[in-house]
């Protein structure tokens, strides 16, 4: 595996552990966690098809093909529903920065990766 390759694996890891991590908080009602549903639809399936899309572009290899690439940008931009910039007027900013900011980091990562591969 190349050294981006690796980096972008690894950016899509960081981005499964911290929605994983959410989802348990969720689950189990610890604060601070997510809602349960937004006007939208319920966070679980939502995080559930995030996680599913990283995990598809660390199978696929997620700078190796056009498919991989794609996956991993639609990875990002869920993971940014989550931990976007929209978070910084959460009411909970207080108690979630660390993972919206490694969050926010972990997607510029992962696009500026995904981009510099497409030239």
Known sequence: ????????????AALIVLQLVML???F???APHPPAAIPLFGIAP???VSLSL??????VGPLETMFGKSLSVLAGLLALLS????KYLDPQFALIWPSVVFGQMAVLALFV?????AR
């Open 1 to 12: 595996m190349n050294p981006m390759n690796r980096l972008a694996v690894a950016m899509l």
């Open 24 to 26: 348990t908080a969720l």
């Open 28 to 30: 189990a009602g610890v």
């Open 46 to 48: 939502f995080i559930a």
């Open 54 to 59: 990283a995990m598809a572009a660390i199978v």
């Open 83 to 86: 931990y976007g910039p929209q």
């Open 113 to 117: 990766l995904v981009f510099r591969k």
